[in-house]
């Protein structure tokens, strides 16, 4: 399962969910071969509008959406199927 595979990672310190999901990334990470940029939406005003309710978010480097609020093993698994 190794394709080099790249997610963006949208999130806020200090919420637990976002947190949650980072954790699950860095556990997935230690079996499969993917980088994960982060953005703390409050450290951009264009972020902070887009995503202030919405956190955290995994998408894929092209925007398409893979988990919105909790860590989905399931729908990320699949993005290494195409």
């Known amino acids: ?10 999130y806020r310190e200090g919420c637990h969910l976002c947190e ?3 954790a699950a990334l860095v556990v997935l990470q230690k079996k499969m071969d993917f ?10 005003t264009l972020l902070y509008n887009q995503y202030n309710t919405q956190v955290p978010v995994l998408e894929t480097v092209n925007g ?3 988990c919105l609020y909790f860590f989905d093993n399931t729908a990320f698994l699949a993005c ?3």
């Open 80 to 82: 290494f199927n195409d």
């Open 64 to 66: 398409e959406l893979i």
């Open 35 to 44: 980088k994960v940029h982060y953005f703390d939406i409050d450290e951009s």
């Open 1 to 10: 399962m190794s394709q080099n595979k790249q997610f963006n990672c949208y």
């Open 20 to 22: 949650e999901m980072t």
